[in-house]
């Protein structure tokens, strides 16, 4: 079982930066995988980044990909994200998630373990 706790989302104008923490709590933590996910007002809920339990390896979307970097410090329990030339499309709640498939997905579903979110508002 793993809990997971964001922080570090706020108001931030277009070009600025911000870095998002995620707490995580429960044993066994470096075998989980661990991703970012979004979701704007009125839309589905999208993969931002991926990092496996390895960590050999980190993935992007598209839209963020050469200016977000997925990170994580296992001796802390904690995942970051930080997110560099925000854009106004960037604005959405952020969501870290873990799953215990050690070798990661793209997909939401595949992720048993959810923080309750933290807002990222990006002003033009």
């Known amino acids: 079982q793993v809990q997971l706790v964001e922080s570090g989302g706020g108001l931030v104008q277009a070009g600025g930066s911000l870095r998002l923490s995620c707490a995580a709590s429960g044993r066994a933590f470096s075998s989980y995988s661990v991703g970012w996910f979004r979701q704007a007002p009125g839309k589905e809920r999208e993969f931002v980044a991926i990092?496996?339990?390895?960590?050999?390896?980190?993935d992007y979307t598209d839209s963020v990909r050469g200016r977000f970097t997925i990170s994580r410090d296992n001796a802390k329990n904690a995942i970051y994200l930080q997110m560099n030339s925000l854009k106004p499309e960037d604005t959405a709640v952020y969501f870290c998630?873990?799953?215990?498939?050690?070798?990661?997905?793209?997909?939401?579903?595949?992720?048993?373990?959810w923080g309750q979110g933290t807002r990222v508002t990006v002003s033009s």
């Open positions: 998630a873990a799953s215990d498939h050690s070798a990661g997905s793209y997909y939401a579903a595949a992720y048993a373990y």
């Open positions: 990092m496996p339990a390895d960590g050999v390896y980190t």
